[in-house]
């Protein structure tokens, strides 16, 4: 039998798993908007689409047209780069960028952009002097999709760049190593053939996050060590990159504790 944690991760994997769901609950929202449309009637446009059935037609051609167009280009770019990202620092990124849920809500925003504009076209009916029918308020919502769109793209190209950063994989790598160790070994329980003295708390401190270290504050780390009456040993190098919950700082309350390290 399989088990729930590979079915888990399988379902995590799934790209389109999320946007399919979103889709049809776009044709679902949409088919909603046109309804709500013929049961309040002829209603003032105020803020909602004031244009006659041509140009609601028109305006929805547009952004079907240019959604599929765009979604297309934008995914098309984005697997290239990832492809050569990962063959310069690690496979692990495509399964990074399929499993990760901002990729999977911008693929959701722009396809349910396009398939909802789609559906509320083919609700617009008539003509100026032959009973028109304009969807207003599922226009405007179409509309709204697209100033969303705009949006998550812009949060999509931060996330992409800042996702094939070396310092990014290195970190996403080691938060999943953690908690996968998490789940097989919980905190609480003990380890079996373990001496007692390696699980036990030192005087070190840990990164609380990830990144490079690019200034050391010496004066402060003195002053405090001062007070304290203790000797502070700062492990990482100016320009080193530290990983979350690494060794960051450590400190002896005993001279004779520090042998063969270094006091910066």
């Known amino acids: 039998m399989v088990s729930l944690e590979r079915v888990r991760d399988q379902l995590r994997s799934m790209f389109w798993l999320i946007p ?3 889709v049809a609950a776009a044709i679902a929202v949409a088919m909603g908007l046109v309804t709500l449309d013929h049961s309040l009637g002829v209603v003032s446009p105020g803020l909602l689409y004031p244009g006659p059935p041509s140009g609601a037609r028109s305006f929805l051609s547009f952004i079907t047209q240019a959604m599929i167009a765009f979604t297309a ?10 492809q050569l990202t990962s063959g310069q620092f690690s496979p692990r990124v ?8 901002t990729i999977q809500v911008s693929l959701e925003i722009f396809v349910s952009t396009f398939v909802s504009s789609m559906v509320v076209q083919r609700a617009v009916t008539g003509s100026i002097g032959d009973h028109p029918f304009v969807p ?6 179409a509309f709204v999709l697209v100033l ?13 760049a800042n996702m094939i950063r070396a310092a990014t994989i290195v970190s996403h790598l080691g938060a999943e190593s953690r908690a996968l160790l ?17 699980t036990s708390s030192g005087c070190t401190v840990g990164a609380p996050r990830s990144g490079v270290v690019v200034s050391i504050n010496e ?14 040993s700062v492990v990482p190098r100016l320009g080193d990159f530290v990983p979350q919950n690494a060794l ?13 390290t270094e006091h910066r």
């Open 20 to 22: 399919a769901v979103c």
């Open 73 to 82: 280009l934008v995914f098309s770019i984005t697997i290239v780069v990832l």
């Open 94 to 101: 495509l399964r990074s960028f399929l499993r990760d849920r």
């Open 136 to 141: 207003r308020v599922a226009v405007t919502g």
């Open 148 to 160: 969303a769109s705009v949006g998550l793209f812009i949060h999509y190209i931060d996330h992409v």
């Open 182 to 198: 998490a789940r097989r070994y919980p905190p609480n329980q003990p380890l079996a053939g373990v001496d007692p003295r390696l």
């Open 219 to 232: 004066g402060k780390l003195v002053e405090l060590a001062a007070k304290a009456d203790c000797i502070v």
């Open 248 to 260: 960051a700082v450590s400190v002896a309350l005993d001279r004779r504790q520090l042998t063969r």
